[in-house]
């Protein structure tokens, strides 16, 4: 069964985490849907423009395994203020399903209310998140189905967790060793 994993961007979002997460899982055969708030074409927080497949309101929330926030601001905020992502967030939370978010954006899942108790994110965000243990130190931390990863640095790191829970280490190990991944 192929997995669906939902990337969307806002403009500002951080160009380094989205596109990493979403170059790693298609090498790892999961299929990214990237997705406007609400716009075809987003620009990243440093000027990069991409074209999404579709536009957040025509996503079909059932069909996914996963979503993914990428961090960067102003990309960050506007994740927090779409309803349409806050519905899909507590939809797969509800589900169980997995919920991922890096740099600023374990900010969006802590106002949302779906942040586990164990979390990492960009230096300073945690001052924001109202619960939870900030793990200053780590780079990516998984607690129940949320992983949230520090920042650009870590986004390969955290994009290979998502692969080795949603694909199992054999395709995880595949991937990392053809990224040459230490």
Same mark, same amino acid.
């Given at each position: 069964m192929d997995r669906i994993v939902l990337v969307p961007l806002a403009n500002g979002f951080e160009e380094i985490e989205a596109v990493s997460v979403i170059d790693i899982l298609r090498r790892a055969g999961i299929k990214v849907l990237i997705a406007g708030l609400d716009r075809e074409f987003v620009v990243g927080a440093h000027g990069i423009e991409i074209k999404t497949d579709l536009l957040l309101k025509d996503v079909e929330e059932n069909e996914l395994d996963m979503v993914v926030l990428p961090g960067g601001m102003p990309g960050a905020k506007h994740l927090l203020e779409s309803n349409e992502l806050k519905e899909i967030v507590l939809k797969l939370d509800r589900?169980?399903?997995?919920? =991922?978010?890096?740099? %600023?954006?374990?900010?969006? !899942?802590?106002?949302?209310?779906? *942040? /586990?108790?164990?979390?990492?994110c960009y230096p300073s965000f945690e001052t924001n998140i109202k619960k939870g243990s900030y793990h200053k130190k780590s780079q990516v931390v998984s607690?129940?189905?949320?992983?949230?990863?520090? =920042?650009?640095?870590? %986004?390969?790191?955290?994009? !290979?967790?998502?692969?080795?829970? *949603? /694909?199992?280490?054999?395709?995880?190990?595949?991937?990392?060793?053809?990224?040459?991944?230490?």
């Open positions: 589900n169980n399903k997995r919920i =991922g978010a890096i740099c %600023a954006a374990p900010w969006v !899942l802590g106002e949302f209310g779906v *942040l /586990k108790d164990n979390y990492t607690d129940h189905n949320i992983i949230t990863a520090n =920042g650009p640095a870590s %986004a390969m790191e955290f994009a !290979l967790e998502i692969v080795k829970e *949603l /694909k199992g280490d054999a395709i995880y190990q595949e991937i990392k060793n053809g990224l040459l991944f230490k």
